[in-house]
Each structure stands twice: as structure tokens, then as C-alpha cells.
């Protein structure tokens, strides 16, 4: 894999999915191909490139699913299929309004 140094960064535009068409050559293709390989990865994983970290609410996990594929589907249904690639941590979110929601980890 080839790597860009984050230093060359520098003034790129982020573009929702949907608008990054038209581009050159077969990259229209190539954006297309990583982006369903990246939402079937995470359709089968709770968070397998770790952007939530060690520790993480279910509600914290869905909106991430969300971010990455749209038709994720509804809480309920989604906390069922994802619950059996969780453990419990016995712990408890910090720092929020309301009932503090518990935190879970990958199995």
C-alpha cells in the first residue's frame, strides 16, 4: 500500500460520496469499489478500522454504521446483530446528561 505523508494534506476537499463522480480515468470505479468493500466490512464488524477506540455505547457504534452506509438498519435490529460480537465492560459512559449508557468492546 502507498501512503501519502500527512504534511502533503494540505487544502484536499471532502465531498460526500454520492458527489465524487466525474472523476478521471477508471477512478469513478475504483471509489465506488472501495466504498461498498468498506460498508460490507462494516456490515459485518462492529468497528473494524477502531475509530470509536476501546470502549463504546451501542448508540455511539450505530451512528458510526450509519456514517458509513446510510441503510444501516433501525437501533433494535442493529444492536441484535451486532450484540453477539460484543462483550460488556461493566462500565458506564462519564460525562453525559441523563442515564449514563453502558460501554461495551469488541468480542
Known amino acids: 500500500m502507498i501512503t501519502l505523508p500527512q504534511e502533503r494534506l494540505i487544502d484536499i476537499g471532502v465531498v460526500p460520496i454520492e458527489e465524487a463522480v466525474g472523476l478521471e480515468f477508471d477512478h469513478d470505479l475504483i471509489v465506488a ?60 459512559e462519564s460525562g453525559t446528561v441523563g442515564k449514563p449508557a453502558r460501554l461495551f468492546r469488541r468480542a
Not at 52 to 59: M, P
Open 33 to 92: 469499489e472501495a466504498v461498498a468493500a468498506l460498508r460490507r466490512e462494516y456490515a459485518e464488524h462492529p468497528d473494524p478500522a477502531w475509530l470509536l477506540g476501546e470502549c463504546f455505547t451501542i448508540l455511539d457504534l450505530h451512528r458510526l454504521h450509519l456514517a458509513v452506509d446510510p441503510t444501516t438498519a433501525l437501533k433494535d435490529t442493529f444492536r441484535r446483530a451486532m450484540m453477539r460480537q460484543l462483550v460488556e465492560t461493566d462500565q458506564i
